[in-house]
């Protein structure tokens, strides 16, 4: 019974191959705001379709913009404030790409071990969206068989562009 609910839920959320899937939402450690920013640049520039005039990709993280501590009373009108925001974003993404940590160290740092992006990643799947994720597995989620894995930022600008430059054929 579990293998044929395990085999429903795969299928329930693979994507057709063809799809396009222009909005992206970004999901990583806080910690990795910076380096996030350059890869939604990277990702947005190489997306761009010249030929048609509009972007490809368009990552839809507001996190990436602002703040850690938005204005707000206490800590936990911010945290609900943090929290709705992102998952409005997640509503809004056609793919979620979560950035794996470098678990290479011996112990993960305490600030890592938010989970956040694990939450958010299960969020994505349970509403349908298509998973991919850049690095190496963490989870038991990650190998489940509809969340897609690409080793690099590079590899996944690849995945996503010709994804985009099929459906436009």
Request: charged letters at 25%.
């Amino acid at each position: 019974m579990a293998d044929l609910l395990l085999d429903a839920t795969a299928v329930a959320h693979s994507k057709p191959v063809t799809e396009v899937n222009r909005k992206i939402y970004l999901s990583a450690r806080m910690s990795r705001q910076e380096e996030m920013r350059a890869a939604r640049g990277f990702l947005e520039e190489a997306g761009y379709d010249f030929s048609g005039g509009y972007p490809a990709i368009i990552v839809c993280s507001r996190w990436l913009d602002e703040p850690f501590i938005p204005n707000a009373p206490t800590f936990e009108a911010c945290a609900h404030k943090i929290a709705f925001r992102d998952i409005c974003d997640i509503d809004d993404c056609d793919t979620l790409v979560r950035f794996a940590d470098d678990l290479t160290i011996e112990t993960v740092p305490a600030s890592w071990a938010t989970g956040g992006r694990m939450w958010e990643m299960g969020y994505a799947y349970a509403k349908g969206k298509r998973i991919i994720v850049v690095g190496g597995h963490q989870s038991v989620f990650d190998w489940l068989p509809s969340v897609d894995h690409v080793k690099d930022l590079e590899e996944l600008c690849l995945l996503l562009t010709k994804r985009n430059a099929r459906k436009r054929q």
